[in-house]
C-alpha cells in the first residue's frame, strides 16, 4: 500500500461545523461539525479520490503547495 502525504485546508464555517478541502486534489472537499469529525471526513474523502483515480488509471497527484502567510496594511 502507498502512502501520500497532502496538505488540508480547514475553514470554520459562520453557520457552525467545518469545511475542508486538499488542494492538490481538485475538487476533494468535505464537511463535519466538530474538528475531529472533518479531520476523519477529509481523510477518508481523499482516500476515496485517490481510489476513484487509480480505478481509472489515473496519476495521483504530488504534493505541491506552498503556504505562505501575507501581511497587508490597509
Known amino acids: 500500500m502507498t502512502e501520500y502525504n497532502y496538505t488540508v485546508i480547514i475553514e470554520r464555517e459562520e453557520s457552525g461545523g467545518y469545511h475542508a478541502f ?4 481538485r475538487g476533494c472537499h468535505s464537511q ?3 474538528y475531529e469529525e ?3 471526513n477529509i481523510t477518508e474523502a481523499i482516500q ?3 481510489e476513484s483515480l487509480k ?3 489515473e496519476p495521483v497527484p504530488a504534493e505541491d503547495v506552498i503556504i505562505k502567510p501575507i501581511h497587508v496594511a490597509a
Request: charged share 5%.
Open 38 to 40: 472533518i479531520v476523519l
Open 22 to 25: 486538499c488542494p492538490a486534489l
Open 55 to 57: 480505478a481509472h488509471s
Open 48 to 50: 476515496l479520490y485517490i
Open 32 to 34: 463535519g461539525d466538530s
